[in-house]
């Protein structure tokens, strides 16, 4: 009964908070900048204003796989917010990356194809440290499942430090802030045009915005299991956590693919590696 | 007995049949009948034996001595084919002498124990020969139209099929050898004739480069079967075990491993591992790679069969075999750790390729390194998710290796850069790869289902995380390199390459009924595994048949809903609005024509043609295969010095 409701309260309400959290992040972002910004709502008047538009396409394939990519995020959400395997949603997430990939790569457009590239640099750059977050998040609570890990009664923080600052390292990148905005920038005119997103329009960009924010939630339930013992401070934490990332994307410029790749891979090795082994030879 | 026989003997009696008859349709229909009864003798195998092991005496005069002289005519003639090597690959006819000399002191002195049951058949075997049967007599199935297209598109090359089928017959029959055998000293001899045979078939296009790559394979293998040789040495001569009699010896080290501790250890451990590196070299894992990467110059079917059904499988199928010897042993863990390195290194090799084939093999080396890793490891969990692994990549590599044969034959290049546009130009090929492509990675299909149930055992090997890791690290690029290739195909370009006619009956036989198995063994893994693996791991190791399923039946069940929901999400594009509103392409200028060009800055017209990423300066092919050499090596090194401790 209590997986159900949580489920029903992803599926339902996380596009909302994940909305309000993205009219947030423009205020601040925009205080930060010295503007007033729009108001926090905005998002959702963008989202429905994308519904009311046209949907032109390049071929009949490419909002096919956006569809299947919002699917699959809210079945891994429902997986995670189940109290489901930890590996297993990182997987199921990893599905979802690629109906994306699958549907930038569709249209065939310059601009597009170079964002699908690097949304797959992307997602190799991250890849690992998802999984050794589960590794270590096994190892210190004995349990793969999201429940189990997020019932455990000491601070999982304290026990995989270094594993939390490589995530906090890859979450710059899923959540598409600079310095690792290189896929797609909400920003559209550079180099790239909108990336992975240039050929996609109308509803189907509304689509790609929400599984974004279903994304964003997911994520921060991730952040969430880093300090779950008590909960008022992992929402303290989660909200700390999303305000770094917005500092972060307002004082780095973008940096290039191969110092994401290289950089995230250092990075989930010196912390996260060192700190599981660690954990590996002092918990047994 | 009787199906036993039939599977041994079958292939090898139409082999004959075979080298005598000229490609015609007669050939053809008698390859695709011999085929068919093969791969319904595996079924009637399965049916009659899963779950009732059983050994089988050959009680026939002189079988053994039969066996030695079978060896010791394999010898000459491999030695006969050195006729054709070059200064610098002395080292074969001294490998071939010094692996006869050894065999022949073992025979001669006396000293070659006898050997009660020599033939066994189990669960394991039972799968291995359905992965024989099946995927084989498919791979069969496809070659009789490839070959004759292969002909065609290669006037230049003479037309040697009969020698072809001929081996290729006798290559599926030694294979049964190989799971089926129970004395070492018979299992040695179906363990040469692999090698032999796939020394022939990849020379089969007589070019130089094929001649050169033909014996690169054959030097490696050979280097492997004199461990194999050692191996058999060790347990005749030394260490007081003095028995050839393959299960027995696992029995012994099980109850080894149980009981006396690690004192008396390497009476087992020391041939194990000498066949285990063995095992290496024929799965091709680092530092042996090249062999396979090579074969790639052979046609199509052979690739296929080398990489999903035979050859290598030999290798997995005897460190699989081992896997309960090796468990808990440091021996066992450097070895798993070679397949980890293996796995991570030509993971990452794979993303700088473009040449399908080349793709398709660095895939198949490190999707085995990780089947040697899980074996290595030896625990209940582990080898579930090894043999599962042997299966699902059988079945899923057979497809893309046939699929990217029949690409190749239609639009003129394995290139992947060429395969642009395949959704709308070719369909149905199209769909087939990417069955295959998403059956090698995705959840929740085959691959990735054990690799999952790997991670989640490797982090319980007691000594460190370090496999978990080498897994982490080596599934990103994997993910890259797959996605991209299937990105190339479901893009749709103008103007790329099409080709002329329809792909053969034939092939499209075997692609269909591959990619309906790679669905299916997704689907139905949980009855794979409740009805064969989980029995015979816990038969092997006494425990609960329930504990020995890599996966909880929860994680099944959920598994099970994300292959309902990827196949019935296709559906859903039907009822796509039948005129969506299509606009050309954004390309920065304003298009012309066929929407793949565009006035540029200066007026200029600019055609836009798109490339994937190879990473090639990022990563270096060279550079990381010369690392996991030298890695590999000393990880061998250590795992020999490892076997005492």
Known sequence: ?284 | MNILLFLLLFHAAMSLVFAVLPPNAFRNMLVRISAALIAAGSVCAAVVFNGHDQFFKVEFPYIDMFFFGGEMLLSLFLLYKCIGIKRREWYIPVLIIAQAGIMAYCELSGAMPKVENALYIDNFSVIMALIIGIVGSLICFYATSYMRDYHHHNPQMKDRQRSFFFILFFFLSAMFGVVFANNLAWLYLFWEITTLSSFILIGYPKTEEATRNAYLALGLNLLGGLGFAGGILYLVKFGGLHTVDLNQIITFGRINAGTLGKINSGVVLIPVVLICFAGLAKSAQMPFSSWLLGAMVAPTPVSALLHSSTMVKAGIFIIIKFAPVLQGTWAGYFLALVGGITFLLTSIIAVTQNNAKRVLAYSTIANLGLIVACAGVGTPQTLWAAVLLTIFHAVSKGLLFLGVGSIEHKIGSRDIEDMGGLIVNRPGLAVVMIVGILGMFLAPFGMLISKWACLEAFVNVKYTPLLAVLLAYGSAPTMFFWTKWMGKIVSVPGGTAKGEGRVPGDEWTALAVLAFATVATAALFPLISWASVAPYIAGLYHVESQAAAGLTQGNIIIMLILLGLMVVLPLGFLAYPKKPNYVARYLGGANIGENDSFVGAMGATQHATLRNYYLSGFFSEKKLTVAGIVLSILLIVTMFSAVKL
């Open chain 1, 1 to 284: 009964m209590k997986t159900a409701l949580w489920v029903v309260a992803w599926v339902v309400l996380a596009p909302f908070i994940g909305g309000l959290l993205a009219g947030v992040d423009r205020i601040i972002t925009a205080r930060m900048q010295s503007r007033v910004g729009p108001p926090v709502l905005q998002p959702f008047y963008d989202v429905l204003k994308l519904f009311g538009k046209r949907g032109n396409v390049v071929n009949a394939f490419q909002n096919f796989y956006m569809i299947c990519f919002l699917v699959f995020v809210i079945v891994t959400g429902c997986l995670f917010f189940s109290g489901g395997d930890l590996l297993l949603t990182i997987f199921a997430l990893a599905v979802a990356g690629v109906f994306f990939v699958l549907g930038a790569f569709s249209p065939n457009s310059p601009y597009s194809n170079i964002g699908a590239e690097r949304e797959l640099l992307q997602m190799m750059s991250y890849e690992p440290v998802l999984i050794i977050m589960a590794v270590g998040m096994f190892m210190v609570t004995k349990s793969w499942h999201v429940d189990a890990i997020a019932g455990f009664h000491q601070l999982l923080f304290a026990y995989l430090p270094g594993v939390f600052v490589a995530f906090l390292f890859v979450l710059t990148i899923k959540l598409r802030k600079s310095p690792f905005d290189l896929s797609m920038s909400h920003h559209g005119h550079q180099e790239l045009v909108k990336g992975a997103t240039t050929e996609f329009s109308g509803p189907a960009l509304a689509v790609i915005e929400i599984a974004h924010w279903y994304e964003n939630i997911l994520l921060m339930g991730f952040v969430y299991l880093f300090f779950a013992c008590n909960w008022i401070a992992a929402i303290a934490a989660v909200m700390v956590t999303y305000f770094i990332e917005i500092f972060i994307d307002n004082t780095f410029a973008r940096l290039t693919w191969r110092f994401t790749v290289k950089s995230s891979w250092i990075v989930a090795g010196v912390f996260g590696v060192v700190n599981i082994f660690c954990v590996a030879f002092l918990i047994k």
